[in-house]
C-alpha cells in the first residue's frame, strides 16, 4: 500500500471508527482497522490487538500517514478504568506509531477538556491529550460534543426509551449540547490527516447549532407519541451510582456542566458545509 493513501484506526468497529474508516475508504484511502475483538467490517484489511503494544502491529501499520485513535471509554468498573482504556491505549498508541514510523496521530477528545477538569472521564482524557501532545508526533486533538448519526450511543439511548414510551430528562433540561453528524466528522479527520494547517491543533468538534437539551429530545421525537418526563438529577443520580438508570454518573456530570463552543472557528479551518442537526433527525437512514 502507498503510504499516502494509507490509514490506521484503533477502535474501528466502535461508533466513529466504523463511520469514518467506511467514508476515508470510499474517498480513496486504504484502511487498516485495528480491533480488540473480531468482527466483520465491510472495509479494510483487519487486525486483531488486545492492548495495541505488540511488535506484530509494526508491519501492518508501517506505511500509514497517520493512526487514527478511538479507542475511548465513556464510564468506568473495576474491571475497566478510565486510566487503563484512555491514558494506557493511547502509550500504546504513541509508542506504536513510533515503531512504525507513522508521524501523525489523530484523537477523539471530548468538550469540556482542560487542566482544570475535575472529572475522572475529562481527567483520563487530558492526560491523554497531554500524553500525544509532548510525543513529538505530529497531532490533531479533536474535542467531541454528542456525535450523532445511525447508531450513535445517546441516540440509542433514546430509542430504547422510546419503545417504553417515555423519554426520561435527567434535570431541568436546561443545559446545552452541540451535536455533530459523524459524517462532518469524517470530512474533519479526512482534512485532518491531508492539510497541514490541521497540524498539532487541538479543536473543538462541535456543529453549526448550540440546542437546549429539552429542545433536542422535541426534534428528536418528530412528533410522535411519546410522553417526555423530567426525573430529579438526585434521582438520575442515584440510578447512575447503581447502573440502574440509561446515563452514568460522568454522563450526567457532562450534560449538566453545559458545555458550549465556538463552531466559527472549526467551520473556518475545516472550509466545511455543516449538516445542521434537525437535517440529521429528519433524514430517512438516522432512525
Known sequence: MEKSKQVSITGANGFIGRNIGEFLSKNGFNVVNIVRKKK????GKTIVS????????VSGIKNSLALLH??????????????????????????????????????ISGLGVNQKSTLGYFISKYKAEQEIIKSGLDYTILRASYIIGKGDPLSKILHAQM????IV????????????????VAKVVMKSITEKKFSNKI??????????????IKDFIRGRRIKIRNIDFEHAYHEAMHNSGPFGV??????????????KKLKRI??????RYKDVLKSSSFS
Do not use: M, W
Not at 85 to 99: E, F, G, M, Q, S
Not at 163 to 166: C, F, L, N, S, V
Not at 169 to 184: A, E, H, L, M
Not at 203 to 216: K, Q
Open 40 to 43: 466483520a467490517i465491510a472495509f
Open 50 to 57: 488486545k492492548s495495541f503494544s505488540e511488535d506484530r502491529l
Open 70 to 107: 478511538f479507542i475511548g471509554k465513556g464510564s468506568q468498573t473495576v474491571n475497566s478504568d478510565y486510566e487503563t482504556v484512555n491514558v494506557d491505549t493511547t502509550k500504546n498508541a504513541i509508542r506504536l506509531c513510533k515503531k512504525a514510523s507513522v508521524k501523525k496521530i489523530i484523537y
Open 163 to 166: 419503545k417504553r414510551g417515555t
Open 169 to 184: 430528562i435527567p434535570g431541568s433540561g436546561n443545559y446545552r449540547i452541540q451535536p455533530i453528524f459523524v459524517k462532518d
Open 203 to 216: 479543536l473543538d468538534l462541535v456543529g453549526a447549532d448550540t440546542v437546549i437539551y429539552n429542545h433536542f
Open 250 to 263: 460522568d454522563d450526567l456530570s457532562i450534560l449538566a456542566g453545559n458545555y458550549a463552543s465556538n463552531h
Open 270 to 275: 475545516s472550509g466545511i458545509k455543516f449538516t
